[in-house]
């Protein structure tokens, strides 16, 4: 079996394989003929340079593209990091305004119940103080003291005309017969 040439399929057949060498022998025909006129020649050397020319423009192009992309996703991952620094810093700012709306919460109950306690102990200091301006009650010591005044009299006690205590000037009771 013949291979010719080594990377194509190989060619079983005679007649396959002469219109194969026919076909190499007109491009290779075609290009020496190319080659051989000058202005073919320059058409296909400017040919091929507009090709090498654009290649090396969109190898360029490529070249801008990546730069302008890389700058494009730098700047997206800056702006990223910048809004999460600034998120982060937020809900800090907020954790913060929190604790301290927290903490003027506590002053402000501690120091009204201070000054609830305050108020309750004057409260209780003036009660103790009227308490102990204001006279014991009449009733029951007028009653005992009447009657063992007048134990022998003969009015009863209930007779006894007495005079209020804010109409005494010096002592009280006084009692008139």
Known sequence: MFTFPPNRPQIESDHALSSYIARLFHELTQAYELLLDPLRRMAL???LRIQEARKQ???NFDKKRKAMLEELE??????????SAEATKKQRYAQEAEHIRDAGRRLVEERQAELRRQQEEAERAEKSAQEELEPPPLGVYLTQSLSTLYAGSRRAPSQVNTIPPSASSTHW???HI
């Open 45 to 47: 050397d400017a040919k």
């Open 57 to 59: 423009r969109y190898a």
């Open 74 to 83: 730098e700047a997206e991952r800056a702006d990223r990091e910048a809004k």
């Open 173 to 175: 009771p006084n009692i």
